[in-house]
């Protein structure tokens, strides 16, 4: 099963995709949807009013989730590429809700930073609230995925050890199309990126290091993950910054990030 959120006339609302249609249930969004023990069923029972999929206006699948963790160097052969050893724990930032924007929106090169870089991301959304989730039953504490892109202004990222003012731009972090159910995800999903036709990403989630259920049970350690709370889980080789030279974008591209199984954000950028 698939979930959007549609942007409506004065209003959003979570649906279904069934087929080449969203089917309208009776939640305001996805995160609302999630709020409910038993979600599954209802969006799966949904009958509410139709709209073609592919002129649907879609808001951040999650339009207002308590938290947003992001996990930083999680792909081996992105570390490898910024010179890094592997980890031995997640490294662990956030974002804040204001940083989301929806999967086709357009997104600012800002006059401030024009070290604008892509980042593909596989992103772990809750359905069951836990703390100090045991491993073994993370799982069932995920809702589905999505994806982002972690779209970086890394000229203020690498201002400081701290990379929070880099990645927690205004309206910088494109999120879905879709939340898709973990049955819809492929144990080998690829994971790309294309700017203006060209890849630049393309690799397995099977390179992660700490995969969803690492994830969830060591975050949910130190703070409650409720539903609708989002983990993006890194990117993988290929980013603008490891290239040489660096690669930047710039106003007119066009940036499209996917994740096999899910869907594709397709953003193109503006000038700030």
Known sequence: MKLATLRLPGRTAAARLDGDEFVETQATDVGALLADADWAQAAAAANGPRHAAATADLAPVVPHPSK???VGLNYRTHILEMGRDLPEYPTLFAKFTDTLTGPNDPVEVPAEDPEVDWEAELVVVIGKEGRRIDET???????GYTVANDISMRGWQFRTKEWLQG?????STP???VLATPDELGRSARVSTTVNGHVMQDATIGDLV???????AYVSTMTVLRPGDLILTGTTGGVGRA???PVYLRPGDEVITAVGGIG???TPMVAG
Request: charged share 20%.
């Open 68 to 70: 947003i963790i992001c």
């Open 175 to 177: 999120l879905g199309p």
């Open 137 to 143: 039953e993370a799982l069932g504490h995920i809702a």
């Open 167 to 171: 990645k927690a731009w205004q309206a």
């Open 264 to 266: 594709e954000l397709r």
């Open 210 to 216: 700490f995969g969803p259920a690492a994830l969830v």
């Open 243 to 245: 290239r040489k030279p």
